[in-house]
């Protein structure tokens, strides 16, 4: 079976883990002339232009893709969704689409231009949508303004899925994505890996620095 796992956040992490364009081309490219290629997903999302790159790169290849949401697909996860000539959800999965989101450090000016251009990445993200279902841009947008989260009858309903499947939904990893806001309460599994990578990185960049300044406070004392 000629199947791609997206089952992690979307864009490389600092510890060079999740799933970025470069290992979907990868896969694509190792499956070769292939008439049917199969998506499972569940992901919180991630990267924007990762869930975009990935989207194309999908959507471009001339096998049938058949887009199977296992658990969620959720922000950038919901991009690459789209892709899917098939987007079937699992029972209980959920689809949600939201505003693009960032950090943003500087003046003013810098602030304004950080907030244009997500308004700009935001459009490019209506246009995906708008491949699937019949709503226009100014609705869709408003869905994205209040994170909207989809179950199987809604996404089939706006168009965003085409059909069910009688697989159980299991969905992870819903705490600790600080770009999700509005997560539903899941009731039928424990979450897996929740703790965002990110913290981990965070504290042992703490304990490194503690460690050279002890270090360092050795070395005074020693000299002293």
């Not at 049917?36 to 999908?58: E, K, M, Q, Y």
């Not at 996860?77 to 000539?85: F, T, V």
């Amino acid at each position: 079976m000629n199947e791609i796992e997206i089952f992690d956040v979307i864009g490389q992490d600092y510890f060079g883990e999740g799933i970025t364009a470069g290992s979907i081309k990868s896969q694509l490219d190792e499956m070769g002339d292939v008439d049917a290629i199969t998506v499972r997903v569940n992901s919180p999302g991630g990267d924007v232009f990762d869930g975009l790159a990935i989207f194309n790169l999908l959507k471009e290849h001339p096998a049938k893709i058949t887009v199977k949401v296992d658990g969620y697909a959720a922000s950038s996860a919901s991009i690459i969704a789209m892709a899917g000539d098939e987007v079937i959800m699992g029972v209980g999965s959920q689809l949600m689409i939201h505003n693009p989101w960032t950090f943003a450090l500087g003046e003013s000016k810098d602030l304004r231009k950080t907030a244009d251009t997500l308004d700009d990445i935001k459009s490019g993200l209506v246009d995906v949508y708008l491949t699937k279902t019949d709503s226009d841009a100014e609705t869709v947008s408003d869905w994205m303004d209040e994170e909207l989260w989809l179950g199987v009858a809604e996404a089939q309903a706006l168009g965003f899925a085409t059909a069910s499947s009688e697989e159980k939904a299991s969905i992870h990893n819903l705490s600790g994505c600080r770009w999700i806001n509005k997560a539903p309460e899941v009731d039928d599994s424990e979450p897996v890996d929740s703790r965002p990578a990110y913290l981990d990185y965070l504290a042992q960049s703490n304990r490194i620095a503690q460690d050279r300044h002890a270090l360092e406070q050795t070395r005074k004392n020693l000299k002293a």
